[in-house]
T-cell receptor, first 116, second 111 residues
Framework: DSGVTQTPKHLITATGQRVTLRCSPR?????VYWYQQSLDQGLQFLIQ???????AKGNILERFSAQQFPDLHSELNLSSLELGDSALYFC???????????????FGPGTRLTVL | TQLLEQSPQFLSIQEGENLTVYCNSS?????LQWYRQEPGEGPVLLVT?????EVKKLKRLTFQFGDARKDSSLHITAAQPGDTGLYLC???????????FGKGTRLHILP
């Protein structure tokens, strides 16, 4: 158990809909990262928040948005869903804002999104 | 553009054999991490290497960072069924603090 929690575990919805994925970081961690994992694209970095502020942006679509709240939990909002958005969505956390170099990230169990 | 290429994509070997998987790039990374991911779970960090030429050992796993910090290898000695999983390498870059993942090597150890 990494200490990172994600809800829901599974989500099935229809095209055009909007969903919200939730992540609670490990106790004491200030950074939250969102990743998308699909079979053909591997693990893709979407966005990072550090202590409530956006820190780094990756390949995140305009239909997707995220935020980190004062209690440090984060939500990833996916709207106008398309079939291709079906994937595993992972949240990771770390203490430092330096997500890439030198810093360990701890991953949650993921949310499996299926868009029908 | 896939900056980190992992090979092989799939590997299935018998228990007790040795194996090496690779992570290659044309880019220089400040650090490189290896993760193992099991079905239905998130990746778990195995090791971080930061110095060119660095070698780290974790029981039967040996990780090496290339001298030029563009590539890395993971060698498993006497593989066991518990080693089965998806092995991901990830490179960190100082200039933008992003971490880039390879697509992974899916390893299956046959008992």
């Amino acid at each position: 158990d990494s200490g990172v929690t994600q809800t829901p575990k599974h989500l099935i919805t229809a095209t055009g809909q909007r969903v919200t994925l939730r992540c609670s970081p490990r106790s004491g961690d200030l950074s939250v990262y969102w990743y998308q994992q699909s079979l053909d694209q591997g693990l893709q970095f979407l966005i990072q928040y550090y202590n409530g502020e956006e820190r780094a942006k990756g390949n995140i679509l305009e239909r997707f948005s995220a935020q980190q709240f004062p209690d440090l939990h984060s939500e990833l909002n996916l709207s106008s869903l398309e079939l291709g958005d079906s994937a595993l969505y992972f949240c990771a956390s770390s203490y430092s804002p330096r997500g890439g170099a030198y810093n360990e990230q701890f991953f949650g169990p993921g949310t499996r999104l299926t868009v029908l | 553009t896939q900056l980190l290429e992992q090979s092989p994509q799939f590997l299935s070997i018998q228990e007790g054999e040795n194996l090496t998987v690779y992570c290659n790039s044309s880019s220089v990374f400040s650090s490189l991490q290896w993760y193992r991911q099991e079905p239905g779970e998130g990746p778990v960090l195995l090791v971080t290497v930061v110095t060119g030429g660095e070698v780290k050992k974790l029981k039967r796993l040996t990780f090496q960072f290339g001298d030029a910090r563009k590539d890395s290898s993971l060698h498993i000695t006497a593989a066991q069924p518990g080693d089965t999983g998806l092995y991901l390498c990830a490179g960190g870059r100082n200039r933008d603090d992003k971490i880039i993942f390879g697509k992974g090597t899916r390893l299956h150890i046959l008992p």
